[in-house]
């Protein structure tokens, strides 16, 4: 809603601006030369203003809707599969992660996990901690701790 109000308010006509300048100006009632009184003559008119302001809101839902559409058609490229799962102290739980594609990854690097059980859309970063690459398959190792909601039921579920 609050996005549709953003973009219709300033199209609207809501804000005026006058637009006859030459023959009345501004404030000419206040000003008592004799050389200022011709242009107070003339009532001032005045059109909706011309705001372009919307076009803020409409490329930033552009740039939105265009990481969504990439997202979605990237998501399936790499799947992980669990491999093996151990708790660790500190409330972490360690995922080792392996896939049939040979794939460049270096400690250090980050990895955005999704868990289809707890959600199709959720995507959580996690910095990958070590790696093993060979020619027909790549794991990997994540340490997460169990902060919040998403960390608390992966552990779950994979427990």
């Known amino acids: 809603r609050i996005i549709t109000l953003l973009i219709l308010h300033p199209l609207s006509g809501v804000l005026k601006e006058q ?5 009345h100006i501004p404030n000419c009632a206040n000003v008592s030369t004799s050389l200022q009184e011709e242009a ?3 009532k001032p008119t005045f059109t909706h203003m011309e705001c372009q302001g919307w076009l803020w809101v409409v490329a930033a839902l552009v740039v939105f809707t265009t990481d969504f559409i990439v997202r979605l058609c990237r ?12 708790d660790l102290p500190g ?8 896939t049939k594609q040979s794939l460049v990854l270096k400690p ?3 990895v955005l996990l999704q ?23 790549t794991s ?3 340490l997460i701790r169990r902060r919040g909601d998403w960390t608390r039921a992966v552990s779950r579920v994979f427990s």
Do not use: D, M
């Open 19 to 23: 637009s006859n300048y030459p023959v």
């Open 40 to 42: 107070c003559y003339t």
């Open 75 to 86: 998501r399936n490229n790499s799947v992980f599969l669990v491999s093996r799962v151990a």
């Open 91 to 98: 409330a972490v739980t360690q995922f080792t992660l392996t």
């Open 108 to 110: 250090g690097q980050y």
């Open 115 to 137: 868990c289809p059980k707890l959600s199709s859309l959720e995507w959580h970063p996690f910095t990958v901690t070590s790696v093993t690459s060979s020619s027909s398959h």
């Open 140 to 142: 990997i190792t994540v």
